[in-house]
């Protein structure tokens, strides 16, 4: 096909964007759950006088997603904090429960979806102190709140159990990276298996309540492919990381109505032991490749702030490995980059979105794209140095600015087509125009 062409999406395809409850909301540091006990303890994350989208405290989530609806924006994905609803074992918060159906009630008063994620990272204080995850109770407390929870949003069609639980697994158990840092193998083999069932359970209690309800979780989704596709060894090991890192979390969490799939990056693995590896920073933090086993990328790739390239060929592979693999319909629930000056992330949603009209042209059903993010949040562990929104945050005073790209995403999501020719020229400069268009006609030839 050629790759002007205007591409057009299925009307019943759905736009939108996602935000975390957490990040959005403010009071950072003054809420009862095991993060803000973290930035507590790391108090040079968010610095004092940065207070972020303030959805909570200022009551602006109406405002960011009206700004959404106007960009015509028909999803907006959002989480419940289970640290406000249940800040004391057993007690609940009243103030809370009103206070998100305030903002679900709003989104479906503008004819847009709503989607929930019950747990998104983020645990109540009175859970993380008796271990989080990994407590021998998990199972009934993440079942009672999420039975409190279906009291009082049974009109909701769209819900994700998890976000990331393989993600947090890693960077919370396995490692030391995230909440509670406890770094245990051990400890990792029950809480995988804690996860696994909290979502069946979850599962089987939406379905009860809202049968016409569809459940899935959100997988953090990457793809690395062999550097020499020629090289049996390299091409092994790419699937063995693939297997590993996605299809092992996702097969043993089921039943699922469809595949939430959060996908930023991939890489390509080189198993040459003989060739060098210069230090690359990933993620901010320097470190040196080492000889086996090293993430490459192609020259000439853009790389996000957080130094990760921007391969959206890597989307449609898999995409199609993992309709190939499930048989199951795919929501693409985050995509985005962290981008500062908003440099790359025209070229960034239109390449990915091409990627995934191709793959909904192969007969894969991919059902919606919601951008990560609305507005510019606490990105975790990097505070508010990281900038994914589709509305720039100043988080000290709170201005927002719509940024360029935004209006590139509305002009797909409205029509639901990609006037690829009018958008590159419009919104890519030239050197990205000239990237852009080998990368799309690289993904209509069905890489």
């Known amino acids: 096909m050629d790759s002007t062409h205007d591409l057009i999406f299925p009307q019943k395809f759905l736009f939108g964007s996602a935000v975390a409850a957490f990040q959005v909301e403010g009071d950072g540091g003054k809420r009862k759950t095991d993060w ?13 006088n940065e207070k972020g989208p303030e959805w909570w405290t ?8 009206q700004t959404m609806q106007s960009l015509g924006m028909q999803v907006q994905r959002l989480s419940l904090e289970w640290g406000r609803i249940e800040p004391e074992e057993g007690v609940i918060n009243d103030k809370a ?3 998100y159906k305030e903002v679900i009630t709003y989104i479906k008063s503008l004819h847009m979806t709503p989607m929930i994620t019950l747990n998104h990272y983020v645990l109540p204080e009175w859970i993380a102190r008796k271990g989080g995850w ?27 159990t998890l976000n990331e639980p393989n993600f947090l ?82 097969k043993a969490m089921q039943p699922a109505d469809f595949i939430g799939c959060n996908y930023y990056t991939g890489y390509y693995l080189n198993l040459n032991f003989l060739k060098p590896r210069p ?8 470190i040196q490749q080492t000889k086996m086993f090293a993430e490459l990328e192609k020259p000439g790739t853009y790389d996000t702030d957080f130094g990760w390239p921007i391969v959206p060929e890597f989307l449609l592979q898999l995409l199609r490995s993992l309709y190939k ?7 693409i629930t985050e995509n985005g980059l962290a981008d500062k000056e908003d440099k790359y992330r025209s070229f960034y949603i239109l390449t990915h979105l091409v990627a995934v009209w191709q793959a909904i042209q192969e007969g894969i059903p991919v059902k919606q794209y919601i951008h990560w993010s609305t507005i510019d949040n606490l990105e975790w562990l990097e505070g508010y140095r990281m900038h994914f929104g589709l509305i ?23 029509y639901k087509k990609i006037e690829v020719e009018k958008l590159m020229k419009e919104y890519l400069d030239e050197e990205q125009q000239k990237k852009a268009l080998e990368v799309i006609k690289k993904l209509l030839m069905k890489i």
């Not at 803000?36 to 004092?48: C, E, G, M, S, Y």
């Not at 990994?134 to 769209?158: C, G, M, N, P, W």
């Not at 693999?325 to 929501?331: C, H, R, V």
């Open 36 to 48: 803000d006990l973290f930035l507590n303890h790391h108090p040079t994350i968010v610095k004092p």
């Open 392 to 414: 720039k945050l100043n988080p000290v005073t709170g201005e927002r600015k719509l940024q360029q790209s935004a209006h590139l995403y509305s002009a797909i999501a409205k």
């Open 58 to 65: 200022q009551k602006n989530a109406e405002k960011d997603i």
């Open 169 to 250: 697994l890693d960077a919370g158990y396995l490692t030391h990276s995230y909440p509670p840092q406890t770094g245990n193998l051990i400890t990792g083999f029950y809480v995988r298996h804690y996860m696994i069932e909290a979502h069946k359970r979850a599962y089987a209690l939406i379905k009860k309540n809202i049968p016409t309800s569809q459940i899935g979780i959100a997988f953090a989704l990457r793809w690395d492919a062999p550097e020499n596709p020629k090289d049996p060894l390299e091409n092994f090991y790419a699937k063995a990381l693939n297997y590993i890192e996605n299809y092992n979390f996702i």
């Open 279 to 286: 230090s690359k920073n990933i993620d901010n933090r320097s």
């Open 325 to 331: 693999t499930f048989k199951l319909p795919i929501l």
């Open 97 to 99: 429960i009103a206070y």
């Open 134 to 160: 990994a407590h021998k109770d998990i199972l009934q407390y993440f079942t009672r709140f999420v039975a409190l929870v279906l009291s009082h949003f049974s009109d909701v069609e769209y819900w994700i």
